[in-house]
């Protein structure tokens, strides 16, 4: 296959889309980091989503929050630390499924990477629930004047299962019950595949879907090809992330979800010496299953950029120029969609592309 038979003109629109807010502005998974992330030009925030004792969707990227609250400042939870087996690997902490909504909201959110980003805002925010976050979302889209999407990530969704506090149909009814998100944009996403099925399935499938285009359906990769999605490891199977990125695997993905989200380094790898080397054939082989491509995750700072792009030796260095140049290159590949720490930069480079 020559190279101009793989290209594909850039997308006529490619979304920005919030990575847990613009979580290298302000503590993720905070109202004040979805505010700040709609300010600087997102068309999607995104919200993982995890469970209270109580049945209650809240925002975190993990269940266990002792890396983003202050809960082991709390004496009152002392008690509540544990160590558990979470998609098989041992975890020790707080977890947010042994605690009611209540007493989270007593708690405050913390940078996750303090030592990069800082410690100016914590103690500032709660930790939001789904509702909050959806209400909050359409006030300021009221306010910028545009649509806003919300792109919700069921984290575990087989351990919580198993807990028996089910995310997906809470999810679709938490969905239908705000006149919003009935209209405004809204992607499910997931490293999982069962529970994407079941959603594929309770949304009428793909034509019901092309008919009410605002509920769409992501399918999340792994960065390691030979690591399985969690339900796939429960069930016995043999599927891994690797297979799900062949033509075939893609083919499979495309009769459930609409779009597919790797990691960028799966577009794009790093040469041994950290930059940016040759593109893979993923973006043409994902287009051509009919799925669109939303990679994970650019971030602002060097640590997290193609060393091409770097200025100066300190990981630490915020780089603005940097990271757009370096969303171009991926733009460059065709891409529909993209995760990014920090919006703005995000919608300045495609502002110049």
């Known amino acids: 296959m020559t190279t101009q038979a793989m290209e594909k003109p850039l997308a006529s629109k490619v979304l920005v889309i919030g990575h847990r807010g613009a979580s290298a502005m302000r503590p993720e998974h905070t109202l004040a980091s979805y505010g700040k992330a709609i300010a600087d030009g997102a068309d999607y925030i995104e919200p993982d ?14 269940n266990e929050i002792s890396g983003t609250t202050d809960v082991a400042d709390h004496p009152e939870f002392a008690a509540r630390k ?30 996750r990477l303090p030592q990069l980003r800082g410690t100016r805002y914590d ?42 506090l089910p995310m997906e149909d809470k999810l679709l009814a938490t969905v239908a019950a705000h006149s919003y998100t009935r209209s405004a944009p809204v992607e499910i996403q997931s490293f999982e595949i069962a529970n994407l099925k079941y959603l594929h399935a309770k949304l009428g499938g793909v034509q ?8 769409r359906l992501l399918q999340l990769i792994e960065d390691e090809a030979k690591a399985q999605p969690y339900d796939v490891v429960v069930s016995g199977g043999m599927l891994t992330y690797g297979d799900m990125m062949t033509p075939a695997g893609l083919r499979e993905i495309a009769n459930y979800a609409d779009a597919v989200g790797p990691s960028t380094r799966s577009i794009i790898p790093l040469r041994a010496n950290g930059t940016l080397g040759k593109p893979t054939t993923l973006v043409h082989d994902a287009h051509a299953a009919g799925l669109e491509l939303h990679p994970y995750t650019f971030r ?13 030796s300190d990981p630490k260095t915020f780089n603005e120029s940097g990271s757009i140049a370096e969303i171009r290159a991926y733009l460059n590949t065709g891409i529909d969609a993209f995760f990014t720490d920090d919006p703005a930069v995000g919608r300045e480079a495609l502002d110049k592309r």
Do not use: C
């Open 49 to 62: 989503l995890v469970m209270t004792k109580d049945g209650v969707m809240v925002a975190r990227h993990e």
């Open 82 to 111: 544990i160590t558990k087996t979470i998609d098989g690997k041992t975890v020790t902490g707080w977890f947010t499924e042994d605690f009611t909504l209540a007493e989270l909201k007593t708690l405050r959110a913390r940078e």
């Open 123 to 164: 103690g500032e925010f709660q930790i939001p629930t789904l509702d909050e976050i959806i209400d909050f979302v359409a006030a300021e889209s009221a306010v910028v004047g545009r649509p806003v999407g919300i792109i919700p990530e069921i984290k575990h969704g087989t351990y919580f299962q198993k807990l028996g």
């Open 208 to 215: 019901a879907r092309r008919e009410h285009p605002n509920m």
């Open 300 to 312: 602002p700072e060097n640590k997290f950029i193609a060393k091409n792009f770097w200025h100066g």
